[in-house]
Every structure is written in structure tokens, then in C-alpha cells.
């Protein structure tokens, strides 16, 4: 099983949709809300549809309109990864 | 507003250039006064399998230094040139925008090829790879509105907003557009426009229209009102033009490069119809928005097609206008290919320099004037005279036409020119100042 990590996830944020200037990605963002980093909800469908290629999970968007922070996003990628070995 | 002065014309105040003249309203008009071309193999993708290789691309655009780092993944090159242009016209308005009440402020753009770049990425994922793979910003990036709305967006611009899809034509339409909306409150607008023809997806659909050359040396493919014309060559950019309200501007103490004083647009009638283009028409119901009569144009910027046929219909059309040869007549696309959305915001640009600097910029000539073309074309070199007012026309494919009247502010009614006009308009305007 591969652990999906915040720098995992902050690397896509990076590729995929960007940085806000002003925003420090590499400080403590796990519980940052996402719109206070400048990211709408088509920056994070467009995260989310990119961490479902890349890692090959299924996250659904009942399961995708719950996650606000980047914390909330990790463990739930986890979770699914964990279940999908299991 | 309040103001009871509705009947002057607005100025244009900023100006912002990425063209493959250069970036930067300075570096494009020097690289016209000198006749430095951009036009050359098509380096943005390999063109030698089709027909038309040659094109007007922006040299050196660097992404990072002329678009937020959020804004890069969302958006088509064509929206990209135009944030770069827009930061630029603002900055030389000396506007900012967030000063102003946000609801007078509004965003007005041409668009043409729109997002094509990004859109034959996107779909090419998809038929490779399957819908999965299709990027959420597909969803904003392709259409004919994104650019007027990043760019209402990112300056917080909440005023009138639109998208003018015209072809070459609509960087006019854009300017005739914002004249009223300012004539009826809005105070400032951002207008113009820039395109992005250049990738595959783009390119194929321009050579349907049969009127592009195919010739692949760029100093002799694209010349207009010459007896080897061969059609046109496309190009990529265009302009952004801020357009203020007169009293904004003198509020503010900006003086401006020129005010729109007159426009009009039409339509061609359908091919096969025995009425004539509608071009010769749409100059004089122009010459009449401005309250001119036609001895008053000191320059006229032409549409050039490049296309035999074409170039003798608006040859025919300025001669019934002005009479044989009495009008200096310009084309100093023929330095970047014709840009479509940007390509009559670019000639606007130049005009505006022309009118500030007292100098008529030159275009190409190859051979001589084709036969049917009775114009005194300025060729070879800049021409030093008065540049008061200036006639920038345009058409797109399928019969869209457009022509726009510029003059120096105070026109005819400053020191050195005796006011001999009579208008409405001019009195407006000199009761104002």
C-alpha cells in the first residue's frame, strides 16, 4: 500500500492549479480551509480528479464536498487506499 | 455620475501591446517605425505537414513574469496575452482600479479563436486517454468569455462585461461598444482584444476559409493591394485599449492618446447577392458618428485582406470615399500577420501612436500596386505628417465590417488649429475643458 502524504498533495496542488501569491504551501496548511488559500471549488475538483488518476482512487463527490482542508483530504485519500488493499 | 457632459467622446488612456512586434506598447511601435517584421516559420508547433507554415508569433512571452502562478493552469495563451496587456494599459492609464466604484468599471473584449490551444490539449486527453483525463478548467478556459472575465476577476472590475465575436472586426465593435456604455455612465472600460491562432486545431480551421497564403517566404507571403498578393498570414496577440469618459480622464489628469470621435459596423450581404460590400457605406456612416467630413482623415489604417478580390473592394471603397489617391493609406499589420480579435485592437494601438507622435508608420509593398488599387499607400518608410485623425477599418471572415474614427484630443480646437468645426460634439467638448 502507498501512503499518500501532504507534501504528495501539495505537490499537486502546485502542478495542477497553483499557488495564490502570498500562500505558503510549505508552511502548516492541514487545517487551513481551502478558500482562505485561494482555491474555489474548480480548484479542488481539478485536485481531486488529479489524486484519482494519479493513485487510481475512487472518491466520490458526496465524499469530495466534506473536504475543506488539505487535512481532511489526506486522511480520507488514506482511508480509501487502506480499504482498496484491505 | 451626474455629469450632463454625455455627448463627448471618450479618450483612450492606456495602452498594452503583446504582438509579434513585441511586448510592450513601446517596443511594438518602434519595431514598426523601423519595419521589423515578426512574421516567420511557425516555431509553436512543427508546421510541415500543412499548407500554410508561415505566421506572426510572439517572441519570448514569459508566462511567469505576466500571469499569477493560479491563473497559468486555467488559462489559454490567448487569455494570458491578454492579462499581460491589460496590466500593462491599466498601469499606463495610471488607473487603479480598485479606487474606482467597482460598478463603473467594466470589461469588454474581442475573442475569436478563443481557447483553441487548450481546448485540442484537453480533447486530445480525451480521446486518448477518456473523459477522466479531461482537465476541470476545460470547463472555463476554451470559451469566447474567459478572457473578459479573468480579467474582470483579477481587477475586481464588476461594471458592464461582454465578448464581441467578430473576427478581425470586433476590436472595433468593442470600442464602438464601450463608446455608448460610457456615454451612458460606465466610466472606464477595458477593450480590445487578443487571439491565439496558433496550434493545429486553430490552424486547420483557418485554411478552410481558402484566403491565407501558402507561400513560405515571410518577406513577400503577405501583401495587400499588391499585384502578388497571395492572401493572408495569421498572427497571434493584439492589444488592450483602456477607454475613459473625458471627464474621468481630466479628473484624474490624464490627458489620453486620442478620443474615439465616430464608428459604425455592418455586414457584408450574402455572396451571390448583386449589392455592393457594405464597407464603403459603413466609412461614411462613421465619418458622420464623428461629425467629420472625409477631406478631415489624415490616415487611413486599412483592413489589407492580402486576397486580389478583396484588397479591390476596399480599394474601391476608400477611392469612393476620398477620391483617387488622397488619403494615405497603411498597413502596418503586414509586420505581424493578421491577428483577428487582436488584429484591429493592434492597428487601433498604432493609430494611437501615430496620432501622438505626428507620423505615419509604414507597411510592405511587394511589386507594385495591384491594378483596381488607386491608393497612395505608405510603403518603404515612415511618412512625417499632422496626424490629427485617423480611420481604422476592418473586416472579418463572413462579413462582419467595421470602421472607427481616432482624433488628438481637442482636435480642431487646439492653440495651434483655428476651430472651424461646428458639431455638437466639439462643442460639448470645449465647453468642458
Known sequence: MSEFTMDNLRDIMRTSVGVEEGVDLDGPIDEVEFPEMGYDSLALAEVISQISRRYKVSISEDAAVELITPGAVVRLVNQTLAQAVG | ?433
Not at chain 2, 163 to 172: H, N
Not at chain 2, 340 to 352: E, F, I, K, N, R
Open chain 2, 1 to 433: 455620475m451626474g455629469s450632463p457632459n454625455t455627448y463627448a467622446n471618450p479618450v483612450v488612456t492606456g495602452i498594452g501591446v503583446v504582438a509579434p512586434t513585441g511586448i510592450g506598447a513601446e517596443a511594438h511601435w518602434q519595431a514598426v517605425l523601423s519595419g521589423k517584421s515578426g512574421i516567420s516559420r511557425i516555431n509553436r508547433f512543427d508546421p510541415s505537414p500543412y499548407p500554410v507554415r508561415l505566421a506572426g508569433e510572439v517572441p519570448g512571452f514569459d508566462v511567469a513574469e505576466h500571469v499569477p502562478g493560479r491563473l497559468v493552469p486555467q488559462t489559454d495563451f490567448w487569455t494570458q496575452t491578454s492579462l499581460a496587456a491589460t496590466t500593462e494599459a491599466l498601469a499606463d492609464a495610471k488607473v487603479s482600479v480598485a479606487e474606482m466604484p467597482e460598478y463603473e468599471v467594466g470589461v469588454l473584449t474581442a475573442a475569436s479563436s478563443s481557447g483553441a490551444e487548450f481546448g485540442q490539449h484537453e480533447m486530445g486527453r480525451l480521446f486518448t486517454q477518456g473523459p477522466e483525463w479531461v482537465g476541470t478548467y476545460q470547463a472555463i478556459a476554451w470559451f469566447f468569455a474567459a478572457t473578459t472575465g479573468q480579467l474582470a476577476i483579477r481587477h475586481g472590475m464588476r461594471g458592464p462585461a461582454g465578448v464581441i465575436c467578430c473576427e478581425q472586426a470586433g476590436g472595433l465593435d468593442t470600442l464602438g461598444h464601450a463608446k455608448r456604455l460610457i456615454g451612458t455612465g460606465t466610466r472606464l472600460m477595458v477593450t480590445g482584444g487578443t487571439d491565439a491562432p496558433l496550434c493545429p486545431y486553430a490552424l486547420v480551421a483557418q485554411i478552410t476559409n481558402g484566403k491565407m497564403s501558402t507561400q513560405e517566404d515571410p518577406t513577400t507571403a503577405y501583401s495587400p493591394f499588391s499585384a502578388e498578393a497571395s492572401g493572408y498570414v495569421a498572427g497571434e496577440g493584439g492589444a488592450i485599449l483602456i477607454l475613459e469618459g473625458p471627464e474621468s480622464a481630466e479628473e484624474r489628469g490624464v490627458t489620453g492618446y486620442g478620443e474615439v470621435s465616430g464608428y459604425a459596423a455592418g455586414m457584408d450581404p450574402p455572396p451571390g447577392s448583386e449589392r455592393p460590400p457594405v464597407l464603403r457605406r459603413t466609412i461614411e456612416r462613421a465619418l458622420a458618428d464623428a461629425g467629420m467630413r472625409p477631406s478631415e482623415v489624415d490616415v487611413v489604417f486599412a483592413d489589407g485582406a492580402g486576397v486580389p478580390a478583396l484588397d479591390r473592394a476596399e480599394a474601391a471603397a476608400i477611392t469612393a470615399v476620398f477620391g483617387p489617391g488622397r488619403v494615405p493609406v497603411t498597413v502596418p499589420k503586414t509586420l505581424t500577420g493578421r491577428l483577428y480579435a487582436g488584429g484591429a485592437s493592434l492597428d487601433v494601438a498604432t493609430a494611437l501612436l501615430a496620432l501622438r507622435d505626428g507620423v505615419i508608420p509604414h507597411g510592405g509593398l511587394v511589386g507594385r500596386l495591384a491594378p483596381g488599387c488607386d491608393l497612395d499607400l505608405v510603403t518603404g518608410e515612415p511618412r512625417r505628417a499632422p496626424v490629427r485623425t485617423a480611420l481604422v477599418l476592418a473586416r472579418g471572415h463572413g462579413g462582419f465590417t467595421a470602421a472607427l474614427v481616432l482624433s488628438r484630443r481637442g482636435n480642431g480646437r487646439s492653440r495651434d488649429v483655428p476651430d472651424i468645426r461646428k458639431s455638437t460634439v466639439k462643442t460639448t467638448m470645449g465647453a468642458a475643458r
